[in-house]
């Protein structure tokens, strides 16, 4: 694995994280799948140190969407019967991101938005404060042309024999951590992306902006890194 030196001369650990849910409101629908990656420098090496990979019940009265469903393959019996509650993923977040942690996600925004609100209903949502966060797919989109997709980046960097995007959480997590091995070897800038997001300029920033995060406008194929502009 790429040493991530820039990275972790700053933070003792990084964590990578992906959700699958019931649909795209952020207050309203819920989280089904959470899945982590916890990496640390060992020996000057980053290191897969722990993967995390859980379904989540519904709250009452909750379901999954047929659509989604149909996408992520996880069936409304699959969270009754291996659903865990959502306390208690509230609490396994808390432990993995404690510390000198930096947040990284590909869409990040998204993700963000969805655990801040499941935080705030079942955990502590103070536990994001002070948390840098990296948003791989503001690096991807700075980096390659339209489209932005994760695949699309799972396939331009090569990677389609180690990874898949299949919707479900735990293997999309893992080609992110691919995907920003990746990015370290193409460029070694991953630092400037600290807490920079970018948004279509036609849609603006979708729900509640991040307090901690600068947001920039960022066109399908920018002519400069966002970080410059």
Known sequence: MAQLNDLFAK??????????????????????????????????????????????????????PPKIQELTGISNEDLRERGISKTRVCC????????????????????????????????????????????????????HSYPHKLCNAIEVYGLADQVVNSHRA??????????????????????NYVNLFGYNPKYGVSGKPIGSVTYKPQPYNPIKPLYEA
Do not use: C, W
């Open 11 to 64: 933070y003792d650990r990084l964590v990578l994280f992906d959700t699958e849910t019931t649909g795209l409101d952020f207050s309203r629908d819920e989280i089904i799948e959470f899945a982590a990656v916890v990496v640390e420098q060992r020996d000057g090496r980053a290191e897969v140190i722990e993967q995390y990979d859980e379904l989540i019940a519904l709250s009452p009265g909750g379901f999954v």
């Open 92 to 143: 396994d977040i808390a432990r993995m991101f404690a510390g000198n942690t930096l947040l990284l996600a590909y869409n990040a925004h998204f993700d963000l938005s969805f655990l801040f609100y499941l935080l705030l209903r079942s955990g502590d949502p103070m536990i994001l404060k002070g948390k840098d966060k990296l948003d791989l797919l503001t690096v991807y989109k700075d980096r």
């Open 170 to 191: 735990v293997d999309d997590v893992l080609a992110t951590v691919a995907v920003m091995l990746a990015m370290e070897a193409e460029q070694d800038d991953l630092k």
